[in-house]
């Protein structure tokens, strides 16, 4: 299957086995009986739906399920064994590798190098070595691999895939990283911005998923992704939520490629005030390492994660004034600063209407040391489990069935 034939937003009919199996591993109704009512179809015809799902080693029927009346009802859920996405996760110093199943359970997640300024072939070359490894210390099958999806600091155009303009490793822009893993692979690669993936996360994590959500990534780069009414809004050009290039008061200590002066990205992330307190005479070389000074309470680093903190709060209010989302998630590793937090949520909620701000949480995100995985984990399984493909693949079995 290549890129051109992923079932993006695919239609689907209710009812149908693409349909059935969709409620299946979301968990809305995971009996015969419960999609029957669920639906409201004939249990007869749900049967056999459920049973080409389980010829075709997507689902499994086991255990007992407490159903109502008293009487038992097997539960159906999906076949953890048929196979297994790639999720990684790239950031500036280092790139996150894991791999889940189909339920979206992240079996194994990693850290390895990857020099992502040496260029996007290389980094690619880099991350595929490594999602191989990861593939064969955990004794899975490479052939069950079904698809893998890469988050980059980065604005894409998706469903392409390619890089636009990013603001730092100006090696990358254009960069066609699906086009680039077809030398390796078959099965679909698409790339998505790392905020991105954390919102996605984040929506479709726990029980309280969240239908409007801004997710803010404070890393070396700062990046905003946005769920608006259940659904990712990644904007005409993959551009939404590049809040990193607002104005906002304060002198840059890092060059920015967006050429206004003193963006919010060359003034308070976790890179420009790397380049602060290295200039100042500090050893930091991460965002990481800000983290840890700022808890040794020197005053001057402080002083320099409160005023990054209210840069950032002050952007932030004007777009969930803009926006009136419920939630702002707080991730990446500058997140953990409880100085540079403190100082977003005292400018933020200074500067909220009181109609925006009386029902919004400001929160960590849930998983903040992985949310970036789990949201690759997430996306990729939506494409290459998406009704229409379920549909392709009951029928190709049907066929191969004698008559
Ligand atoms: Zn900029």
């Given at each position: 299957m290549t890129r051109a034939d992923l079932f993006r937003e695919a239609e689907f009919a209710p009812g149908s086995v693409g349909d059935i199996f969709r409620l299946i591993r979301s968990g809305t109704a995971t009996s015969r009986s419960a999609l029957a009512r669920h639906i409201g179809m004939a249990p007869s015809t749900i049967s056999l739906r459920i049973d080409s799902l389980i010829r075709l080693g997507l689902v499994s029927e086991a255990g007992d399920e407490r159903s109502r009346g008293g009487r038992r009802a097997r539960s159906l859920e999906v076949s953890t064994g048929a196979g297994f996405v790639g999720a990684m996760d790239v950031g500036a110093h280092h790139v996150q590798v894991g791999i889940a199943d189909l339920a979206g359970k992240l079996l194994v997640v990693e850290d390895v190098p990857v020099a992502i300024e040496d260029g996007p072939a290389a980094a690619a070359e880099a991350l595929w070595a490594a999602l191989r490894r990861l593939i064969a210390t955990n004794a899975l099958d490479d052939t069950r691999l079904l698809g893998v999806a890469i988050g980059l600091p980065a604005p894409i155009e998706y469903p392409s895939g390619r890089v636009v303009l990013p603001s730092f490793m100006p090696s990358w822009h254009n960069a066609d990283l699906p086009g680039l893993f077809r030398e390796f692979t078959s099965v679909p690669v698409v790339v998505e911005n790392d905020a991105n993936l954390i919102a996605l996360a984040e929506q479709t994590m726990g029980d309280h998923s969240s239908d409007q959500l801004l997710a803010i990534k404070l890393g070396t780069r700062i990046g905003c992704g946005i769920v608006s009414d259940g659904r990712l809004h990644r904007g005409a050009g993959g551009a939404a939520g590049e809040i990193s290039h607002t104005s906002v008061q304060g002198t840059s200590t890092i060059s920015c490629v967006?050429?206004?002066?003193?963006?919010l990205e060359s003034v308070a992330s976790g890179g420009a005030i790397v380049a602060r307190l290295s200039h100042l005479g500090y050893t930091v070389q991460t965002a990481a390492d800000v983290v840890e000074l700022g808890r040794g309470g020197d005053a001057q680093v402080v002083d320099i994660l409160r005023s990054a903190g209210t840069s950032i709060g002050g952007v932030l209010a004007s777009i969930v004034n803009f926006f009136n989302p419920r939630d702002v998630i707080l991730g990446g590793?500058?997140?953990?600063?409880a100085p540079l937090v403190a100082a977003i949520r005292a400018e933020l909620f200074q500067r909220c209407l009181p109609l925006v701000g009386n029902d919004l949480d400001v929160r960590a995100a849930?998983?903040?040391?992985?949310a970036g995985v789990r949201g690759a984990a997430h996306l990729i399984l939506e494409e290459v489990l998406a009704p229409a493909r379920i549909e392709q693949l009951v029928r190709e079995l049907d066929d191969a069935m004698p008559a």
């Amino acid at each position: 299957m290549t890129r051109a034939d992923l079932f993006r937003e695919a239609e689907f009919a209710p009812g149908s086995v693409g349909d059935i199996f969709r409620l299946i591993r979301s968990g809305t109704a995971t009996s015969r009986s419960a999609l029957a009512r669920h639906i409201g179809m004939a249990p007869s015809t749900i049967s056999l739906r459920i049973d080409s799902l389980i010829r075709l080693g997507l689902v499994s029927e086991a255990g007992d399920e407490r159903s109502r009346g008293g009487r038992r009802a097997r539960s159906l859920e999906v076949s953890t064994g048929a196979g297994f996405v790639g999720a990684m996760d790239v950031g500036a110093h280092h790139v996150q590798v894991g791999i889940a199943d189909l339920a979206g359970k992240l079996l194994v997640v990693e850290d390895v190098p990857v020099a992502i300024e040496d260029g996007p072939a290389a980094a690619a070359e880099a991350l595929w070595a490594a999602l191989r490894r990861l593939i064969a210390t955990n004794a899975l099958d490479d052939t069950r691999l079904l698809g893998v999806a890469i988050g980059l600091p980065a604005p894409i155009e998706y469903p392409s895939g390619r890089v636009v303009l990013p603001s730092f490793m100006p090696s990358w822009h254009n960069a066609d990283l699906p086009g680039l893993f077809r030398e390796f692979t078959s099965v679909p690669v698409v790339v998505e911005n790392d905020a991105n993936l954390i919102a996605l996360a984040e929506q479709t994590m726990g029980d309280h998923s969240s239908d409007q959500l801004l997710a803010i990534k404070l890393g070396t780069r700062i990046g905003c992704g946005i769920v608006s009414d259940g659904r990712l809004h990644r904007g005409a050009g993959g551009a939404a939520g590049e809040i990193s290039h607002t104005s906002v008061q304060g002198t840059s200590t890092i060059s920015c490629v967006c050429g206004t002066p003193n963006c919010l990205e060359s003034v308070a992330s976790g890179g420009a005030i790397v380049a602060r307190l290295s200039h100042l005479g500090y050893t930091v070389q991460t965002a990481a390492d800000v983290v840890e000074l700022g808890r040794g309470g020197d005053a001057q680093v402080v002083d320099i994660l409160r005023s990054a903190g209210t840069s950032i709060g002050g952007v932030l209010a004007s777009i969930v004034n803009f926006f009136n989302p419920r939630d702002v998630i707080l991730g990446g590793a500058m997140s953990a600063s409880a100085p540079l937090v403190a100082a977003i949520r005292a400018e933020l909620f200074q500067r909220c209407l009181p109609l925006v701000g009386n029902d919004l949480d400001v929160r960590a995100a849930r998983s903040p040391g992985d949310a970036g995985v789990r949201g690759a984990a997430h996306l990729i399984l939506e494409e290459v489990l998406a009704p229409a493909r379920i549909e392709q693949l009951v029928r190709e079995l049907d066929d191969a069935m004698p008559a």
